[in-house]
T-cell receptor, first 117, second 113 residues
């Protein structure tokens, strides 16, 4: 079983739609959760960074973490064609022996999103 | 200007060549990373440097050799690569190597012929 599962899509929605992107994970030690956006021919760009469970909102973007279900989500409201990109979830935490990880992010495969006008 | 700059953007090399990838970060971060991104696969961590000391080598073949002369610069030296090494190589930096978010460069698209 992969540590992080992310539906690769592709996902195609009309402009203005609400987009829901999701990841599930198996390692209960994960405590830090991130979403990155990657445009074609560019590197990943940090969108959201959250610690532990709860919600975080930034403009049209909302990140949710449910540690009890080992499930994280990114919602995009009023989606725009400029949101078309690959969205990567990533997470990290303490290593299994209780030590501090060396920033070892575990990434999902990425979901390709297209928002059409 | 991006905080993390990678050169070259594209590289084509034969299996017997030796080349180097360069990364420079302008963010004052203390940790730097090399990642490999292949189609339809998650990002793979290759190397981690913290304050110029290598703290992780993720079972990477010896044909990839990293170098970190100072906290702002990172190199990846390549020799006798295989076609399956063709991928996007991403450099990243973070404030420290303990769960800080990463800031990525735009990568070097490497093709091995």
């Amino acid at each position: 079983q992969k540590e992080v599962e992310q539906d690769p899509g592709p996902l195609s929605v009309p402009e203005g739609a609400i987009v829901s992107l999701n990841c599930t994970y198996s390692n209960s030690a994960f405590q830090y959760f991130m979403w990155y956006r990657q445009y074609s021919r560019k590197g990943p760009e940090l969108l959201m960074y959250t610690y532990s469970s709860g919600n975080k909102e930034d403009g049209r973007f909302t990140a949710q973490v449910d540690k009890s279900s080992k499930y994280i989500s990114l919602f995009i409201r009023d989606s725009q064609p400029s949101d078309s990109a690959t969205y990567l979830c990533a997470m990290s935490g303490t290593s299994r022996d209780g030590g501090t990880s060396y920033g070892k992010l575990t990434f999902g495969q990425g979901t390709i999103l297209t928002v059409h006008p | 200007e991006t905080g993390v700059t990678q050169t070259p953007r594209h590289l084509v090399m034969g299996m017997t060549n030796k080349k180097s990838l360069k990364c420079e970060q302008h963010l004052g971060h203390n940790a730097m990373y090399w990642y490999k991104q292949s189609a339809k696969k998650p990002l793979e961590l290759m190397f981690v440097y913290s304050l110029e000391e290598r703290v992780e080598n993720n079972s990477v073949p010896s044909r990839f050799s990293p170098e970190c002369p100072n906290s702002s610069h990172l190199f990846l030296h390549l020799h006798t690569l295989q076609p399956e090494d063709s991928a996007l190589y991403l450099c990243a930096s973070s404030q420290d190597h303990r769960n800080s978010p990463l800031h990525f460069g735009n990568g070097t698209r490497l093709t091995v012929t």
